[in-house]
């Protein structure tokens, strides 16, 4: 089955704005999910370029961007080895596995330390002069694999991510988070379809007009995603800025754009969920 490893989020407009404090905090709900979202299609596009890299020969695999190059640290054995990805100086359009597109440019350089699927193993990605979609960005990606946990065999996978985005006019946003995605149906399923994962952890960062921001998503109400669905269709999110916490309740289960978002004496309102 195909491993949907990005959390890509959306961002959310309130239907009635009426509380001034809840348009903010859908303000820096909106912001925190496009990086999010960003986030979620760089880790797609290089856990696919590293799995491809993966089952070719250790050398150069292509002579036009994107240019894919293998070095092992010694020998002959492929692990522990570099992957280089260079989309080149122009951007180009990159499509993930999981059927993202982006325009990307500059380069990507994958430290691997065993195969993806071995427990314990380590996969760092680090930045050099890159942009997506027209924004920079510069820091690292760093997926650990856990493996199977718990009385189920959940397959768990740690994301730990510390990213600035760049944009136009000293638009930034820095970025932190450190996110673990169970897979709790569907991980080995020979028939593709049925994958649903759970994803908790924490975010913090910096808005770009200056604000500083707590996301949070706990485990007893994980976010869940389903393979087939663009939205998130369940969990809870807590989002703590500079006027105070706000909830944001992905709904039931069911695959639709609505949520909620509500403060912590429960004054809120209903919001729908637009991609970014």
């Given at each position: 089955?195909p491993v949907v490893?990005?959390?890509?989020?959306?961002?959310?407009e309130?239907?009635?704005e009426?509380?001034?404090?809840?348009?903010?905090?859908?303000?820096?709900?909106?912001?925190?999910?496009?990086?999010?979202?960003?986030?979620?299609?760089?880790?797609?596009?290089?856990?696919?370029?590293?799995?491809?890299?993966?089952?070719?020969?250790?050398?150069?695999?292509?002579?036009?961007?994107p240019?894919?190059?293998?070095?092992?640290?010694?020998g002959?054995a492929?692990?522990?080895?570099?992957?280089t990805?260079?989309?080149?100086?122009?951007?180009?359009?990159?499509?993930?596995?999981?059927?993202s597109?982006a325009?990307v440019?500059?380069?990507?350089?994958?430290?691997?330390?065993?195969?993806?699927?071995?427990?314990?193993?380590?996969?760092?990605?680090?930045?050099e002069n890159?942009?997506?979609?027209?924004y920079?960005?510069?820091?690292?990606?760093?997926?650990?694999?856990?493996?199977?946990i718990?009385?189920?065999?959940?397959?768990?996978?740690?994301?730990?991510?510390?990213l600035?985005?760049?944009?136009d006019?000293?638009?930034?946003?820095?970025?932190?988070?450190?996110f673990?995605f169970?897979f709790?149906?569907?991980?080995e399923?020979?028939?593709p379809?049925?994958?649903?994962?759970?994803?908790?952890?924490?975010?913090?960062?910096?808005?770009?007009?200056?604000?500083?921001y707590?996301?949070?998503?706990?485990?007893?109400?994980?976010?869940?995603?389903?393979?087939?669905c663009r939205?998130?269709?369940?969990?809870?999110m807590?989002i703590?800025?500079n006027?105070?916490?706000?909830?944001i309740?992905?709904?039931?289960?069911s695959?639709?754009?609505?949520?909620?978002?509500r403060?912590?004496?429960?004054?809120?309102?209903?919001f729908?969920?637009k991609?970014?």
């Amino acid at each position: 089955m195909p491993v949907v490893m990005g959390f890509a989020m959306v961002a959310c407009e309130k239907e009635k704005e009426d509380d001034g404090e809840l348009v903010a905090a859908s303000k820096t709900g909106a912001e925190v999910t496009m990086v999010d979202n960003m986030t979620g299609v760089m880790s797609d596009m290089i856990n696919g370029f590293s799995k491809g890299a993966e089952n070719a020969s250790q050398k150069s695999v292509s002579t036009s961007y994107p240019i894919i190059t293998i070095k092992p640290f010694s020998g002959t054995a492929l692990y522990p080895a570099t992957v280089t990805v260079d989309f080149g100086p122009t951007p180009i359009e990159v499509t993930t596995e999981n059927g993202s597109v982006a325009l990307v440019s500059g380069k990507v350089t994958i430290t691997k330390s065993a195969p993806f699927f071995i427990k314990g193993s380590q996969q760092d990605a680090d930045f050099e002069n890159f942009t997506i979609n027209g924004y920079g960005v510069e820091g690292f990606i760093k997926w650990t694999t856990h493996g199977k946990i718990g009385a189920n065999d959940t397959w768990v996978f740690n994301r730990v991510v510390s990213l600035k985005f760049t944009g136009d006019k000293g638009w930034q946003h820095e970025y932190v988070s450190d996110f673990d995605f169970g897979f709790i149906a569907g991980f080995e399923d020979i028939i593709p379809g049925n994958a649903a994962i759970e994803v908790t952890g924490t975010a913090s960062g910096k808005s770009s007009w200056g604000e500083n921001y707590i996301h949070e998503i706990n485990d007893d109400k994980p976010v869940l995603f389903v393979e087939g669905c663009r939205w998130a269709v369940k969990g809870e999110m807590l989002i703590t800025n500079n006027s105070g916490s706000y909830i944001i309740d992905l709904g039931d289960g069911s695959c639709d754009n609505l949520a909620t978002i509500r403060r912590e004496d429960g004054v809120g309102g209903e919001f729908t969920f637009k991609m970014k």
